[in-house]
């Protein structure tokens, strides 16, 4: 399994921007898609956005498209989540997870970071 640690997260306006970061550690980094989810309080973890393992190919919620942007840099082991215009719904806890498979379900992640929290105020 691959170890996830998130960055970047805090408190913005709306209509202002974020990048999130996530750094994993060991060497087969490049062989995992990638995917961020958030939870907002009494709510279920959702997906916010999914890479595939070279970079090629990006998913995303309908909810946060055209708005964020999910990138990653396999030379540094790290993955990032751009989020711009800012909504306070986007307000939650955003996680980072690594999956072997192409899936943009939790069930297709099998590691999963700690957590950065992401509070947008109105």
């Known amino acids: 399994q691959v170890q996830l640690v998130e960055s970047g997260g805090g408190l913005v306006q709306a209509g202002g921007s974020l990048r999130l970061s996530c750094a994993a550690s060991?060497?087969?980094?490049?062989?995992?898609?990638m995917g961020w989810f958030r939870q907002a309080p009494g709510k279920e973890r959702e997906f916010v956005a999914a890479?595939?393992?070279?970079?090629?190919?990006?998913y995303y919620a309908d909810s946060v498209k055209g708005r964020f942007t999910i990138s990653r840099d396999n030379a540094k082991n790290t993955v990032y989540l751009q989020m711009n215009s800012l909504k306070p719904e986007d307000t939650a806890v955003y996680y980072c997870?690594?999956?072997?498979?192409?899936?943009?379900?939790?069930?297709?992640?099998?590691?999963w970071g700690q957590g950065t929290q992401v509070t947008v105020s109105s």
């Open positions: 890479i595939s393992w070279s970079g090629g190919s990006t």
């Open positions: 060991g060497r087969t980094f490049s062989s995992y898609a």
């Open positions: 997870a690594a999956s072997i498979v192409a899936g943009q379900s939790l069930a297709d992640f099998g590691s």
